[in-house]
């Protein structure tokens, strides 16, 4: 499979209490196409953090992430984040304001991809593919229940029409029958379309279904 994701000698830290705790060191990984990956570590080993320095939230303190092979510094963050990825948060982070349908519409003008012109018959389509039939799909969000609202996140973040998608604990407020379905969703987003997905969770569960767990610890990403 083709490299979508290099990272090559990775540092971060940060001062605490006067000292500078050492959270990646010169950790380097590279992520395919279309593969299912979840990243595990204790807690405050650095899973946050790193997933945010490699969505371009934050940034390293050395070292280079590639994207498709370039790096993301000369692709520019904010071009990196509008165009090449998106995010699923753990808390959703949709807008309560707006229905399910009009979330997913709003991601489509928020990148420089092509979208198709019907662009609410895209997120209609995009949401009933994840059991959010049409009548919900006029709904405010937050008359959804939890797992709906993580399924219109995640149609919100292919809505952009990129290949990379970061999650982070995007089942940890979910009962074990909803993330078992959205772990299935990950799995066939990466499978039949091709998608990367990139999951921080504490879960084995989730860890187990993924195509490849990944450890963090001590600062450096290993496959086990």
Not at 33 to 57: D, M, N
């Amino acid at each position: 499979m083709a490299e979508i994701l290099r990272l090559e000698n990775i540092n971060y830290s940060y001062i605490d209490g006067g000292y500078e705790r050492q959270i990646l060191k010169d950790l380097s990984y590279t992520f395919e196409e279309g593969r299912f990956y979840t990243i595990l570590g204790p807690s405050g080993s650095g899973k946050t953090t790193l997933l945010s320095i490699i969505a371009g939230l934050d940034s390293q303190k050395s070292g280079k992430i590639y994207f498709e092979g370039k790096d993301i510094d000369e692709i520019g963050l904010y071009k990196y984040r509008r165009n090449d990825i998106s995010i699923v948060f753990q808390q959703f982070n949709l807008i309560s304001y707006l229905t399910a349908a009009e979330n997913v519409m709003l991601a489509m003008s928020e990148t420089d991809n092509k979208i198709p012109d019907d662009r609410k018959e895209v997120a209609y389509n995009l949401l009933e593919r994840f059991g959010i039939v049409r009548s919900k799909a006029d709904r405010m969000v937050n008359q959804l229940s939890g797992g709906e609202q993580q399924r219109v996140a995640i149609a919100r973040s292919l809505a952009s029409n990129v290949n990379l998608i970061f999650a982070d604990e995007p089942t940890g407020n979910l009962d074990t029958a909803t993330e078992i379905e959205i772990i299935n969703i990950f799995k066939e987003l990466a499978h039949d379309f091709g998608k990367t997905i990139i999951v921080v969770t504490h879960s084995d569960a989730v860890s187990e279904m993924s195509d490849q767990r990944v450890l963090l610890k001590d600062g450096k990403l290993t496959d086990y």
